[in-house]
């Protein structure tokens, strides 16, 4: 069963015109601070000390790094038709879940995750996009879809400036479980990786 569901996300995301991508499952510190997980996720991060390397909480760390970026400071261009998808039985993201206290989640877990590069004027399309793509496949798998509350983080240790949380109804458990969510971090990771459009 968990096979033919990243099968079926997969799939259904190169059929959305995303390029499939194994990324690693350890980054540095600096792949950690350029999208906004440190300083401020420690806690939920296994940090190899000897190394100093993190396994990846998500696979948004290594593949928004994947942007051209430059260590000293200088401006680089990003492809604006940069679309990503995260091949999920590679990417295996690690969470110690400490603030989670009534969570399902297990502290290493399979994920199809979907990233966008796009032009500041177009985020919030694109987000809108990429809302209805993932409404799709809730739809497609049959669960009844609430309504995605939107979550607006505004501060600086939580980077999204918007967040769309998609939950499904566990008949199993009798309530509804967070299955999915979508982000804007608008310029936040741009600025932290120094990326930038022509």
């Not at 510190?29 to 909480?57: A, C, R, W």
């Not at 987000?127 to 993932?134: E, I, R």
Request: aromatic residues 10%; proline residues 7%.
């Amino acid at each position: 069963m968990q096979r033919a569901l990243i099968n079926f996300f997969l799939d259904e995301a190169r059929d959305a015109g995303y390029l499939e991508i194994q990324p690693p499952l350890v980054v540095n510190e600096g792949s950690g601070f350029g999208t906004g997980q440190l300083p401020d996720k420690e806690g939920q991060m296994y940090h190899v000390t000897e190394d100093n390397l993190y396994l990846i909480p998500t696979a948004e760390v290594p593949v928004t790094n994947f942007v051209p970026r430059c260590d000293f400071g200088c401006q680089t261009t990003a492809c604006e038709k940069t679309r990503l998808t995260v091949h999920a039985s590679v990417a295996k993201p690690d969470r110690m879940e400490k603030m989670f206290v009534d969570s399902n989640r297990l502290h290493q877990f399979d994920k199809v995750e979907v990233v966008q590069v796009a032009h500041p004027e177009k985020s919030y399309d694109i987000l809108d996009q990429m809302v209805a793509h993932v409404e799709s496949l809730v739809t497609k798998l049959g669960p009844s879809l609430s309504h995605p509350p939107a979550l607006w983080w505004r501060h600086e240790f939580l980077p999204a400036a918007l967040t769309y949380d998609f939950e499904v109804f566990s008949a199993a458990q009798e309530k509804w479980l967070e299955v999915s969510s979508v982000s804007n971090f608008e310029s936040f990771q741009a600025n932290r990786l120094k990326t930038s459009f022509p």
